[in-house]
């Protein structure tokens, strides 16, 4: 088989070929080519218990748990044709087993096999091929769906199009700022497109999360590549964290606050409630001490005598700060804060040592200039034996 005639389809998790001798088309599951996939940890542990519960994934992470009430031999990576709401849809089995029952309980379902949708059975050929014929028909189907949405006015964007196993239904992911009235919009999609249509309104987060890319740290976006859940971020996040207001650097490719925000808040909230409140300046009695800044993570504090510059800082741990506050409540002025002590902060060490980045550049060559210095000075002193 020739292996550029594979196409890697990561928004199924799965890798097309067709064969040239036969002529039909191929599809095998790939677990680690989808997005937001599941960590089956419980893989090969079989106790009996969800036996007949599968998780079936479509695009987009849309997933479901689906029963197998035939007794069909499936198992993970199996093609599957599905019962839809209306017609079937064909998707890829990626979870069997007790992991089942995990998803079940974290998504809140009950364990009813009649609340389940059924597995009809395992995809043949005609399937795949009817269901990669859909597929090639998305990218031209959002172009056009977004050329119609432009000229009827209306304020929505068209982030993409998903189509049903049996190429009867069509899944539109928008996103819009309000309320959009889009029933007429229906109307001329199903015309144009002769197809049943589905409209779901997803958030900024979530298109950047399907279409995916790299994020300012240089790894993949956490949108696409782990959340589930989103949720709500505020400025108040990059405050506790001491971090500049500034929405350039805040802002995510998805225009919104960056969902890594989050990630430190609590481990900088618990440092902050070990740092004293310092609402006036420290008495000295060499004069008034102002906080400039504060390391929160070091829990160190810098004070300068100046209210209005940084020139001359002196740090104080947070536990010393605390003393000061009370001796001042107390009425009385340390001798002075250039007298304190420089605080012990952690070191740092790289994981290529303390070395010089320029340890890796080539040796400069010094001249030798003391025989062209000698000769020089013997040129002079016979040209003043001439004179």
Sequence with gaps: MDKESIQFDCFRGCAVSHDSGTGETNCNYRPGCCKLSANNYLKGVSDGTFADLFEVRFKNTRKGIYVND????????????????????????????????????????????????KIYRKARQIDIEKWQESIAREQDTMIQARRIATEMGLDMKIGDVEFQGDGTKAIFYYIADGRVDFRQLIKVFAEEFRIRIEMKQIGARQEAGLIGGLGVCGRE??????????????????????????????????????????????????????????????????????????????????????????????????????????????????????????????????????DSISRFDAPRRKKNRSGHNRGRRQQQKNNKSEK
């Design 221 to 354: 976006l956490c949108c696409a590549n782990y959340i589930t859940s989103f949720q709500s971020i505020s400025t108040s996040a990059a405050r506790c964290q001491d971090l500049s207001l500034n929405p350039l650097k805040l802002a995510g490719q998805c225009g919104k606050l960056k969902c890594c925000l989050n990630y430190e808040v609590a481990t900088y909230m618990d440092a902050q409630s070990r740092l004293p409140r310092v609402s006036e300046p420290l008495e000295f009695q060499d004069g008034l001490a102002y906080l400039r800044k504060t390391d929160i993570l070091a829990e160190v504090m810098y004070f300068s005598y100046d209210k209005s510059s940084d020139a001359n800082l002196y740090a104080l741990d947070a536990s010393e700060v605390k003393e000061i506050i009370k001796m001042n409540r107390n009425g009385i002025k340390p001798e002075s804060l250039r007298s304190e002590p420089e605080p012990a902060s952690p070191e740092f060490v790289t994981s290529v040592g303390d």
């Design 70 to 117: 035939s007794g069909q031999n499936i198992k993970i990576g199996d093609l599957v044709i599905v019962e839809a709401q209306s017609g079937h849809d064909l998707g890829i089995v990626t979870l069997e087993g007790p992991i089942v029952g995990r998803q079940l309980k974290a998504k809140g379902m009950e364990n009813d096999p009649a609340s389940f949708r």
